[in-house]
């Protein structure tokens, strides 16, 4: 029997993926993360306090939304861990999670679109959470993304692939995690079709079978992640003009942090026919728009890149992926010196973000990326 640390934010995934390392044969941790200003106080089934080994980091409660991670959510994951007899501790991972919110300002601020849930896997998910499992001697971290590691291919080394439901597939966003954690990893609903998990939850009579999946940025509780990094980012004004791609003014904005390429909505101004967010110029705290076909491009270039594989000498062919919610598309990609990636599209994408992530595939197997400097 392998001890998992499995991370339940109280939703039907991470339940489910309980329920299936138990089935498994596993002893499973359950773990809430709790990232706002307060900590959430532990919950246990088997009676443990605060002052177990399986509980460092842990202070004060929280009986009230606040942060990224609601106490509802965690008494729903609280409930679920006493339905399927297994411990449920809430870590206070306030200061790691600092680290992400300051990345999401300071991303926004100059212009570039952020994405904090790869960051969130990357530095805690599959980062802080293995140093917790080490200090309760387990073997593995388990979480309920819609991703599936499967044996070794004749590279000799695990492969990290997409969930078999398409539209629930988050290998996207585990593209930066490190390589050498592959093998202390489980993922185990990505074998999973979405309704199926729910029709399992609703078999073991758990309360979170019908709960809606978030759909907001996890820390940004009100949904105005403009206004959260103006509140937020002392003594800097980013407000500016909206221009044509011919340079023509025609409205000021608030702020650049307000947008992202490929925009539609919330532009501010009325142009008689749909235009798009084309490119920010933090420098002059621009936001130029064009039409549709203006947003278009062809390659880009990418940094700081994480391969899953060993890098790819010279160029290769791929699939390539610019958004979690886009599809993945033919493509040339090269990897360059210094953690760079030049990516050369067979057909011409439609807004390329600056700050999000491009994915390289082979088939369903993610090779690695980097982050969208320029396009």
Known sequence: MSRVVLAMSGGVDSSVAAH?????????????????????EACSVDGTQENSPLLPLLKNRADHKQGCCSASDAEDGRRVADRLGIPFYALNLQAEFRQIIDYFIEEYTVGRTPN????????????????????????FVATGHYARLLPPAEDDSLRLCRGIDDSKDQSYVLFGIERRYLSRML????????????????????????????????FVTSGKHDEFVRARRKGIDTAGEIVTTNGQVVGEHPGIERFTVGQRKGLGVAMGEPYFVTRIDPKLNQVVIGQRDALARDELTAADTNWLVDPPAGRFRCFAQIRYNASAMPATAEVLPDRRLHIKFDEAPFGIAPGQAVVCYEDERVLGGGWIESN
Request: aromatic share 8%; net charge negative.
């Open 187 to 218: 993922l185990p609903v990505g074998g999973y079709e979405k309704s199926k998990i729910r029709e399992i939850a609703g078999g073991l009579g758990l309360n979170v079978a019908e709960k809606k999946d978030s759909q907001e940025i996890c």
């Open 20 to 40: 299936l390392l138990i089935e498994q044969g596993h002893e499973v941790i359950g773990v809430f993360m709790r990232h706002g200003e307060e900590a959430v």
């Open 116 to 139: 904090p849930c790869v960051m969130c896997n990357n530095w805690i998910k599959f980062g802080k959470l293995f140093d917790y499992a080490d200090s309760v001697d387990a073997e």
